[in-house]
């Protein structure tokens, strides 16, 4: 399996990155906001107040 971050072999210990170095640029890329799991935007989820009503 290669390393999503830059393509080379991943090693167990970091799967599925090659490195410690890898496996924190793709968390800083998740704490920055640059991925994003689909779905509705927030403002668009009902609440439980709304769903009272």
């Known amino acids: 399996m290669a390393c999503p971050i830059c393509s080379k072999d991943s090693i ?3 799967r599925p ?3 410690k170095r890898c496996a ?3 968390l800083a890329r998740w704490l920055r906001g640059e ?3 689909p779905g509705p935007p927030l403002e668009d989820v009902p ?3 709304d769903e009272e009503r």
């Open 47 to 49: 609440t439980p107040e």
């Open 24 to 26: 924190d640029v793709d």
């Open 17 to 19: 990155f090659c490195s």
């Open 12 to 14: 167990p210990a970091y």
């Open 35 to 37: 991925y994003v799991i």
